[in-house]
């Protein structure tokens, strides 16, 4: 976890979201700070992703959504990304048809400073190496492992302030997981504030600074990652014991 914990960055409240008639997120409010890893748990179904996609833009949603202290909540998403907060969405999302390169490249659509964008493609490439290998790849043929390091890559590409992770272990092999919680724990330690959604909440909260559990498009319970490790309630109902 990121040595150093400052204000707040990424704050929601009263956060509703619609699906015709069914009410996704009821009221959600919740915080991140600088340099933290906050993680959002759920069951199937709780609203975990429809939050970040609310905060995104990428669904429409009722109520506040500030980054750094100013308001986004009527910001086209496209801009949310240049003002600092990217998203890796679940199921990756990859540009199939394109290479590892050009997604990385697209992920750095609202920038224009291209030996800055050159150079962030190395660092990259740095973290993950299997990235490197594949460089001229087109992303549809890589294995799932290889295309969620390069959808988080691809979001690293914008430079956020704030990286939302949706589920980025979903469907893969423990080995490549582990392998992904430790590059998200680099990230943070580089600096990258993080909010994670994350069906596999045991690692999720073992590395996260704080958390909140999501219940029906309601925030149940909020408290420190390894608080919540050892809570009964939480373990009984997402951990398995």
């Known amino acids: 976890m990121s040595p150093s914990v400052g204000q707040q960055i990424l704050c929601a409240k009263d956060l509703h ?20 890893i906050v993680s959002l748990i759920g069951c199937n179904g709780a609203g975990k992703s429809t939050t970040l996609r609310a905060l995104s833009g990428i669904v429409p949603s009722k109520g506040e959504i500030f980054l750094q202290g ?14 600092g907060l990217a998203q890796s ?9 394109m290479t590892v390169l050009e997604n990385l490249e697209m992920g750095a659509f609202s920038r224009s ?3 800055a964008i050159k150079a962030d493609i190395e ?15 087109s992303a549809g043929t890589m294995s799932g492992g290889e295309q969620q390091m390069l959808a988080i890559s691809r979001a690293l590409m914008a430079r956020p302030k704030v990286l939302l ?12 997981v582990s392998q992904i919680f ?26 996260s600074n704080r958390a909140y559990v999501i219940e029906t498009g ?18 009984r109902s997402y951990l398995g014991g």
């Not at 009527?74 to 990304?81: A, D, E, F, G, I």
């Not at 992770?165 to 490549?176: C, N, T, V, W, Y």
């Open 123 to 137: 660092i990259c490439l740095q973290l993950f190496p299997r990235l490197k290998e594949r460089i001229w790849q």
């Open 218 to 235: 309601t925030v149940t319970m909020e408290g420190r990652g390894q608080d919540l490790l050892v809570d009964d309630n939480v373990r």
């Open 70 to 83: 100013q308001s986004i909540a009527n910001v086209p998403s496209y801009k949310r990304v240049g003002l």
């Open 113 to 115: 400073d291209k030996i």
């Open 89 to 97: 969405p679940e199921g990756r999302g990859v540009f199939p048809q």
């Open 17 to 36: 979201v619609f699906y015709g008639a069914i009410h996704a997120l009821k009221g959600i409010s919740f915080h991140v700070n600088q340099g933290e």
């Open 165 to 176: 992770l949706d589920e980025p272990s979903l469907g893969l092999a423990p080995r490549i």
């Open 182 to 207: 430790e590059i998200i724990q680099k990230i943070n330690s580089d600096g990258v504030t993080i909010l994670l959604v994350e069906q596999n909440a045991r690692m999720a909260l073992k590395i």
